[in-house]
């Protein structure tokens, strides 16, 4: 199940959720936080979903279609990230945070009254996926060294996550995500892929929790999916100079 917003453009949000869904042969389920106006140029506005039909739709998950994993991205306001977090209380499944706070163009998905909110979300799910800038704005820490992005996951743990993946696509030289799980550490090096992507955060969380839902322990769901993310990067289509994934193509064995 996606709890995310919508783009009509396919590339990121619930669209790419389902997709990446599919791909791992579930079937993907999804709470709309709000609908986007967008395109390869970017977000020009969002409409968010009435909170109480939001309200009623995660009732209809917590009581009768019971996921067996989580994904949320984008949630949009303050009315969206609590009913969120009372759904997340009441359901058991494991679950993925990609703390999605503004868009690549600056367009802002969570109103900055919620930003401190997120929080609260935290200790609720399995592993936070943040990007560089996302832990940055997150911690109020900007990072120069390797020992400064030790030092942003370990705040993000303070702050009451369970475990953390930085992503580091945006780090100037070497290419890694950062894995702190179960008190240790795990480096997953990447090749840098040339061109501008959309959607590569959305699909990546989506893919470790598909991972969740399937059985596996949160270190192999995360391992798997680097893979399957690296493989739908290598088949993206571009569209007006921003790279689309094709992440539908089966999960790596």
Known sequence: MSIAASD????????????VFAGHKLLGMSAITGITIQG???????????????RR????????????AVKLGALVSSSHLRLARKFLEQ???PAVLDPVLVSSTGFRLLEKSAFKEIFSLFPLVDLITPNLPEAEMLTDM?????????????KLLDRGARAVL?????LPS?????LWADGRMRIFRKRRLRGKFHGTGCALSSAIASNLARGLDLEKSIAKAEAYIE????LAVEIRGVKYLFPANGAPR
Not at 142 to 154: D, G, N, S, V, Y
């Open 142 to 154: 900007r990072h120069q060294t390797r020992k400064e992005l030790t030092l942003l996951i370990e």
């Open 57 to 68: 739709i995660l009732k209809i998950f917590a009581t009768e279609l019971k996921p067996d």
């Open 174 to 178: 070497a290419l890694m995500d950062i």
């Open 40 to 54: 390869p140029g970017g977000i020009q506005k969002i409409i968010p979903t009435p909170p109480d039909d939001f």
């Open 91 to 93: 359901t058991r499944a």
């Open 8 to 19: 009509p453009s396919g590339g990121a949000g619930i669209e790419q959720d389902l997709k």
């Open 231 to 234: 493989k739908a990067m290598s």
């Open 166 to 170: 930085l992503k580091g696509g945006h």
